[in-house]
């Protein structure tokens, strides 16, 4: 059986409550991601909160984390709160297609739904977080386009044939 929970260094990220659990897409946008520079960072489809805590710890940005979904939000806020870093890091709810950024951001960061037309979960936050149907490809890079300063970064984790 699996944990409930999975423990880093200087954090833990619980992940009982979210239709994605952290994995290693998740491990590897949070390690990849260039934050030197970074001042404001917008976390796109948060879940557990898991890139917006390791970027969190690799940066001195102010991090707003969005996601759809109530429970992950609920999640999410619960892993700022026990971390070092939850004065710097806004969870939120948001739909990212309908999104109003108040002011832009200089990195955008999100390991979006993969699938497009594979069998879908019958659980229906698991179909969400895996599957294109409330975020697609287009809606996400329009809202990255509206949503990034014009020298900003977008990182994101997609598969090859995308």
């Not at 994995?23 to 390690?31: E, I, K, M, Q, R």
């Not at 796109?44 to 909160?49: A, F, L, S």
């Not at 969190?56 to 969005?66: E, K, V, W, Y």
Request: charged residues 25%.
């Amino acid at each position: 059986m699996s944990n409930s929970y999975f423990q880093f260094k200087q954090f833990t990220v619980w992940h009982d409550k979210c239709g994605m659990k952290v994995g290693t897409d998740g491990v590897l946008l949070g390690a990849w991601t260039r934050v030197t520079r970074s001042k404001r960072i917008l976390d796109v489809g948060t879940g557990t909160g898991l890139v917006s805590l390791m970027l969190a710890q690799r940066s001195d940005a102010l991090i707003t984390a969005i996601d759809i979904d109530a429970d992950a939000v609920m999640q999410a806020k619960e892993n700022v709160e026990k971390s070092p870093w939850a004065h710097r890091i806004a969870v939120e709810q948001h739909d990212f297609t309908s999104y109003q950024a108040g002011a832009l951001y200089d990195t955008i960061v999100c390991n979006p739904p993969y699938f497009i037309d594979s069998l879908k979960s019958p659980d229906k936050k698991r179909a969400t977080a895996r599957h294109t149907d409330e975020l697609t490809y287009e809606d996400l890079f329009k809202g990255v386009a509206l949503c990034m300063e014009s020298t900003g970064e977008f990182t994101m984790i997609a598969p090859f044939d995308v």
